[in-house]
């Protein structure tokens, strides 16, 4: 099997323990995170082989992050050390009907100061055949955007498959000048498969899906897609129902040009952390569609595998193939 490369920043995660609000005690959990971090984790637990390409400070903090993911089974040879400081963010986890809230860190971090032109992307392509990053990425500011673009159009041209999550991050798009909707629209251009649902669509296509069903509209904005985007082929998508912090339904839409399927809502209780979930969703349909899993079945185990990573705190998904396929068996019972 050949290489995904993730491409997108590493960061260290500080939220406060169990339930507490951002520092009213004084202590803070430590964890290493990053959405496409996460997904290359995921993907190397599922057995693929997963080369990060990144910037970290050449200090504790990113050698501990860098070591972090190699211990997880990810070729750390694309990241390489550059001026700048750990990006950082601060998670204040959800509690009853109190979201979580989430704040970030990341001015004149090494992975935003770095320059756009220090990856070779013809070799760090060599011997992949998937490229994945997020919309995460190109928020950060103007040189990570420029990276993303040049990252997609390098793997476009060496045949590689392109995945992108659009995870638009306003607070992170509002503090530099640009037209974040176009800086996605151009790596969407670039990209085979999307990870977004209508409001995602909505944004980079610049209209809305008004259509009162949530099924409809993920199918109007699918079409959108596809006509604005002639390079796709795919779009999928979660859909999220917040009952309270420890609650959710978890329903899963996948679109082909040609057909479309639907997992229905898994209700998820006892919630642990949703960081990351997300990520496990997009780590699970990538796998699946590298194994060459029907769409219905990619769509399941993706479902599945981002409803059990809400049992598991930190940004990793750390379950293996067999949890997952242990769920969709219906498996809940002690494991001996």
Same mark, same amino acid.
């Given at each position: 099997?050949?290489?995904?490369?993730?491409?997108?920043?590493?960061?260290?995660?500080?939220?406060?323990?169990?339930?507490?609000?951002?520092?009213?005690?004084?202590?803070?959990?430590?964890?290493?995170?990053?959405?496409?971090?996460?997904?290359?984790? +995921?993907?190397?637990? &599922?057995?693929?082989?997963?080369?990060?390409?990144? &910037?970290?400070?050449?200090?504790?903090?990113?050698?501990?992050?860098?070591?972090?993911?190699?211990?997880?089974?990810? %070729?750390?040879?694309?990241?390489?050390?550059?001026?700048?400081?750990?990006?950082?963010?601060?998670?204040?986890?959800?509690?009853?009907?109190?979201?979580?809230?989430?704040?970030?860190?990341?001015?004149?971090? +090494?992975?935003?100061?770095?320059?756009?032109?220090?990856?070779?992307?013809?070799?760090?392509?060599?011997?992949? %055949?998937?490229?994945?990053?997020?919309?995460?990425?190109?928020?950060?500011?103007?040189?990570?955007?420029?990276?993303?673009?040049?990252?997609?159009?390098?793997?476009?041209?060496?045949?590689?498959?392109? +995945? &992108?999550?659009?995870?638009?991050?306003?607070?992170?798009?509002?503090?530099?000048?640009? %037209?974040?909707?176009?800086?996605?629209?151009?790596?969407?251009?670039?990209?085979?498969?999307?990870?977004? %649902?209508?409001?995602?669509?909505?944004?980079?296509?610049?209209?809305?899906?008004?259509?009162?069903?949530?099924?409809?509209?993920?199918?109007?904005?699918?079409?959108?897609?596809?006509?604005?985007?002639?390079?796709? +082929?795919?779009?999928?998508?979660?859909?999220?129902?917040?009952?309270?912090?420890?609650?959710?339904?978890? !329903?899963?839409?996948?679109?082909?040009?040609?057909?479309?399927?639907?997992?229905?809502?898994?209700?998820?209780?006892?919630?642990?952390?949703?960081?990351?979930?997300?990520?496990?969703?997009?780590?699970?349909?990538?796998?699946?569609?590298?194994?060459?899993?029907?769409?219905?079945?990619?769509?399941?185990?993706?479902?599945?595998?981002?409803?059990?990573?809400?049992?598991?705190?930190?940004?990793?998904?750390?379950?293996?193939?067999?949890?997952?396929?242990?769920?969709? !068996?219906?498996?809940?019972?002690?494991?001996?």
């Amino acid at each position: 099997m050949k290489t995904v490369v993730c491409f997108g920043e590493v960061l260290l995660r500080l939220s406060p323990p169990g339930a507490e609000m951002l520092l009213q005690s004084p202590r803070l959990e430590a964890r290493i995170g990053g959405a496409e971090a996460n997904v290359g984790v +995921s993907l190397a637990r &599922f057995g693929h082989p997963v080369r990060m390409v990144s &910037f970290l400070p050449d200090n504790r903090l990113g050698r501990a992050a860098l070591g972090e993911l190699r211990r997880h089974g990810l %070729d750390v040879g694309g990241v390489r050390t550059a001026p700048g400081r750990m990006g950082l963010y601060f998670l204040t986890p959800a509690a009853g009907q109190r979201p979580a809230e989430v704040l970030y860190d990341r001015a004149d971090s +090494s992975f935003a100061l770095a320059d756009p032109a220090a990856v070779d992307w013809n070799a760090e392509l060599e011997g992949a %055949d998937w490229l994945h990053l997020s919309g995460v990425t190109p928020a950060i500011g103007p040189n990570a955007a420029e990276a993303a673009l040049t990252a997609v159009r390098a793997a476009r041209v060496k045949g590689l498959t392109v +995945s &992108f999550d659009g995870n638009y991050r306003k607070s992170l798009w509002d503090q530099w000048p640009t %037209d974040g909707a176009a800086v996605l629209a151009d790596i969407v251009a670039a990209a085979d498969i999307l990870i977004g %649902d209508d409001r995602d669509v909505a944004l980079i296509l610049g209209h809305d899906f008004p259509h009162t069903d949530p099924m409809e509209r993920r199918l109007a904005a699918a079409e959108a897609a596809f006509t604005g985007f002639p390079q796709l +082929s795919r779009v999928a998508s979660t859909h999220r129902t917040v009952h309270d912090a420890t609650r959710h339904g978890l !329903a899963g839409f996948l679109a082909e040009r040609d057909g479309h399927w639907t997992a229905p809502p898994r209700e998820i209780g006892g919630i642990v952390d949703r960081i990351g979930g997300g990520d496990a969703f997009a780590a699970g349909l990538i796998h699946g569609l590298r194994t060459q899993m029907a769409p219905q079945a990619a769509l399941d185990f993706a479902l599945a595998a981002a409803a059990l990573k809400h049992s598991i705190p930190g940004d990793f998904n750390l379950v293996d193939l067999a949890d997952v396929e242990a769920l969709m !068996a219906g498996g809940g019972d002690v494991r001996r």
